[in-house]
T-cell receptor, first 110, second 113 residues
C-alpha cells in the first residue's frame, strides 16, 4: 500500500513564507503532484515533480527527494487568497491513479 | 476551452436508492478518473477509464461502478446507497493516461438521507 503524510493545519501571516511537508512510502513511484483546493471548489493543479530537486513557479515552489520519500511545497509572499487546503498526491508507474495525502489546511492571517 | 463538467452539482437521495453521476472531460481528453472526497477519508480513487475500458479500480465495494462512452464522457453509478456514501464525487481528465496533471471538475455533492 501507500502511506502519504502531511500536516493537518498550518497558520501563517500575510506576506510570510510557509512550507508544507509531505512524506510518502510507495513502490513504483512515478511522480508527485501538489494541488490547491479552496473550500467548496475543485482541486487545481499547482506543481509536478518526478526528478529530485526544486521546481519554481512564481510564488510557489515544490521540492522532491525520492531517496527520502519527501517533498515540500513552498508558498512565498502569502496572500489572503492562499488560504486553502493543499493536497500532496503520488502517482505510480502504471495508470492514472493518484493517491492523496489528507491535505494541509493553510490559514493566512492579516 | 471548457473544463471538466460534472452533472448534477447537487443530489439528495435516500438509503437503498441508486444514483448515476455524469462527467464530460475536457475536449480531446480521453482518460477519466473518479474520486470520492469525504472529511474523514479525504480524496480516494474510485476508478479510471481510457478508451471505454476500466484500467484501474480503487478499494470500493461492487456497488460502485462506472463506464466510459466512445466520446470519452463517463458515468459512475452507485447502487443500494448507504449513509456513508454521502460525499463529494470528483471527476478528473487527462489527455492520455500517465503522469500528467489531472484536471478536476467541480464535483457532484451527494447527500444520503
Amino acid at each position: 500500500g501507500q502511506n502519504i503524510d502531511q500536516p493537518t493545519e498550518m497558520t501563517a501571516t500575510e506576506g510570510a513564507i510557509v512550507q508544507i511537508n509531505c512524506t510518502y512510502q510507495t513502490s513504483g513511484f512515478n511522480g508527485l503532484f501538489w494541488y490547491q483546493q479552496h473550500a467548496g471548489e475543485a482541486p487545481t493543479f499547482l506543481s509536478y515533480n518526478v526528478l529530485d530537486g526544486l521546481e519554481e513557479k512564481g510564488r510557489f515552489s515544490s521540492f522532491l527527494s525520492r531517496s527520502k520519500g519527501y517533498s515540500y511545497l513552498l508558498l512565498k509572499e502569502l496572500q489572503m487568497k492562499d488560504s486553502a487546503s493543499y493536497l500532496c498526491a503520488v502517482i505510480k508507474a502504471a495508470g492514472n491513479k493518484l493517491t492523496f495525502g489528507g491535505g494541509t489546511r493553510v490559514l493566512v492571517k492579516p | 476551452k471548457a473544463g471538466v463538467t460534472q452533472t448534477p452539482r447537487y443530489l439528495i437521495k435516500t438509503r437503498g436508492q441508486q444514483v448515476t453521476l455524469s462527467c464530460s472531460p475536457i475536449s480531446g481528453h480521453r482518460s477519466v478518473s473518479w474520486y470520492q472526497q469525504t472529511p474523514g477519508q479525504g480524496l480516494q480513487f474510485l476508478f479510471e477509464y481510457f478508451s471505454e475500458t476500466q484500467r484501474n479500480k480503487g478499494n470500493f465495494p461492487g456497488r460502485f461502478s462506472g463506464r466510459q462512452f466512445s466520446n470519452s464522457r463517463s458515468e459512475m453509478n452507485v447502487s443500494t446507497l448507504e449513509l456513508g456514501d454521502s460525499a463529494l464525487y470528483l471527476c478528473a481528465s487527462t489527455l492520455l493516461p500517465g503522469n500528467q496533471p489531472q484536471h478536476f471538475g467541480d464535483g457532484t455533492r451527494l447527500s444520503i438521507l
